[in-house]
T-cell receptor, first 112, second 119 residues
Framework: KNQVEQSPQSLIILEGKNCTLQCNYTVSPFSNLRWYKQDTGRGPVSLTIMTFSENTKSNGRYTATLDADTKQSSLHITASQLSDSASYICVVSRSNDYKLSFGAGTTVTVRA | DTGVSQDPRHKITKRGQNVTFRCDPISEHNRLYWYRQTLGQGPEFLTYFQNEAQLEKSRLLSDRFSAERPKGSFSTLEIQRTEQGDSAMYLC?????????????????FGPGTRLTVL
């Protein structure tokens, strides 16, 4: 069973609207959580990183939250643009391991 | 361009053939990772180098797979006797980290990937 679960699997939104992506994890011991954006046919690009003590981090129109107690994170996209169409991957790191645990991603499609 | 580069971007081969991919990391990065990604899934860890030392290989990396990083700079991933199940995107990432301990907050920078199709 994957230790990082993301929902929804995919979503379609209209340009200018907001959306929120969810990530639940069971990875332990926890070190940090990242959100990556992956355009089709490209490698993932880091958007945000949060450690145990951080509960929110923003990068432009992207805002990530972290609840380390419930092991949940969200990524909120504000005022979506066509260029936001991509897969968004939640990635969790253990404190005793350099390997990353990846979610399957949420595919976001923004339509005009 | 000072990012991670990979070559080729696309490779189509017949089953049974050997293929080799190259990754050039960001020049000052000491850590290099190979991942495999299939459609609709997140990347899966294959192997990790710190400088020229290959420190870990995933169980996904069968004996048909071999990776090298001879001078601690670029890396190659070779797949021998390719099978249709090897069809995937092969991603390389690099980072700058200190020591061998895990849980580092160093960000992994990914290359564009090599898409392999085995016919």
């Amino acid at each position: 069973k994957n230790q990082v679960e993301q929902s929804p699997q995919s979503l379609i939104i209209l340009e200018g609207k907001n959306c929120t992506l969810q990530c639940n994890y069971t990875v332990s011991p926890f070190s940090n959580l990242r959100w990556y954006k992956q355009d089709t046919g490209r490698g993932p690009v880091s958007l945000t990183i949060m450690t145990f003590s951080e509960n929110t981090k923003s990068n432009g129109r992207y805002t990530a939250t972290l609840d380390a107690d419930t092991k949940q994170s969200s990524l909120h996209i504000t005022a979506s643009q066509l260029s936001d169409s991509a897969s968004y991957i939640c990635v969790v790191s253990r404190s005793n391991d350099y390997k990353l645990s990846f979610g399957a991603g949420t595919t976001v499609t923004v339509r005009a | 361009d000072t990012g991670v580069s990979q070559d080729p971007r696309h490779k189509i081969t017949k089953r049974g053939q050997n293929v080799t991919f190259r990754c050039d990391p960001i020049s000052e990065h000491n850590r290099l990772y190979w991942y495999r990604q299939t459609l609709g899934q997140g990347p899966e860890f294959l192997t990790y180098f710190q400088n020229e030392a290959q420190l870990e290989k995933s169980r996904l990396l069968s004996d048909r797979f071999s990776a090298e990083r001879p001078k601690g700079s670029f890396s190659t991933l070779e797949i021998q006797r390719t099978e249709q199940g090897d069809s995937a995107m092969y991603l390389c990432a690099s980072s700058q980290g200190a020591g061998l301990a895990g849980g580092s907050t160093d960000t992994q920078y990914f290359g564009p990937g090599t898409r392999l199709t085995v016919l």
